[in-house]
């Protein structure tokens, strides 16, 4: 049986164009998920964006070459999920947020984590400083060099998890990899081990949970590193910003964290542990 999608969008979040709760639960009957958990999107940070590199259909305010996504309207949301949970009574649905550098806002984050119940809550790092504001991967490989943002990145997922408990789950830890400039050549793991490990086992130590994200490259030597870095849970994310892309990967992605010795829950929507 497939596990959770435990990180998945909708109309809600402000850049799933295609995002429809109820499409996607019908979608997650069809597959035989068990369950689904809509972590919608919470991002505070004006970033820097190229021109024409912002699609206009994203939901925010732009002003001149910067942009702040806009707010996630938590009551009515909500009102979503119970819908859902209503039209389809066997599948579970979760309710969630995605916070984006929730050590940079701790007030907007407590706001929104103070409205309404939430049961999964993830943490994400979508940029990094950059002047006056913060611009994302794509926008930071125009503007430095590719293997500089990628330990930039992974120095910072450090800084977020010691600075902030108010997440569960960290979220795709690779995810400047998959914007990886072609001009840089093939993205070698391996040259990045040490700022990974580190940032793994800065997690760890917290107890916290790793998403292994199937929307990215999901390379296995990331989970090896987290169970040797004392890392204990992983759970199951496809990303999904439509229903089509709902459980995109996820019985890959659960052959591959078997082969490292985690193993499910007893309930198909727990997560998944090392034993003993």
Request: net charge negative; with cysteine.
């Amino acid at each position: 049986m497939l596990p959770l999608d435990g990180h998945v969008h909708s109309e809600w979040s402000w850049d799933a164009f295609a995002g429809d709760m109820e499409a996607t639960c019908a979608r997650a009957v069809e597959l035989g998920l068990p369950a689904v958990a809509f972590t919608e999107h919470v991002d505070h940070t004006r970033w820097l964006v190229s021109e024409g590199a912002l699609d206009p259909r994203a939901r925010g305010d732009h002003k001149g070459d910067t942009f702040v996504p806009g707010p996630l309207a938590v009551e009515s949301y909500l009102g979503t999920v119970e819908r859902c949970r209503d039209r389809f009574p066997g599948l579970t649905v979760l309710s969630g947020v995605e916070l984006g550098e929730p050590h940079w806002h701790a007030e907007a984050v407590a706001r929104v984590l103070a409205a309404g119940p939430l049961d999964r809550v993830l943490g994400s790092l979508h940029s990094l400083p950059e002047g006056a504001y913060a611009a994302e991967p794509p926008e930071l490989y125009r503007r430095r060099d590719a293997a500089e943002v990628v330990r930039s990145y992974l120095a910072e997922l450090a800084v977020m998890v010691a600075q902030t408990e108010t997440f569960e789950v960290l979220a795709h830890l690779d995810y400047p990899l998959r914007h990886w400039p072609t001009a840089a050549g093939p993205f070698e793991v391996g040259a990045f081990e040490d700022a990974f490990r580190h940032a793994l086992r800065t997690l760890a130590g917290t107890g916290r949970v790793l998403e292994v994200n199937t929307k990215g490259p999901m390379l296995p030597e990331l989970v090896g590193w987290w169970r040797e870095e004392g890392g204990r849970v992983v759970t199951f994310g496809s990303d999904a910003h439509e229903p089509a892309a709902l459980g995109h990967r996820l019985g890959e992605a659960v052959a591959m964290v078997e082969s490292f010795g985690f193993r499910p829950g007893r309930h198909p929507y727990d997560r998944w542990t090392l034993p003993g």
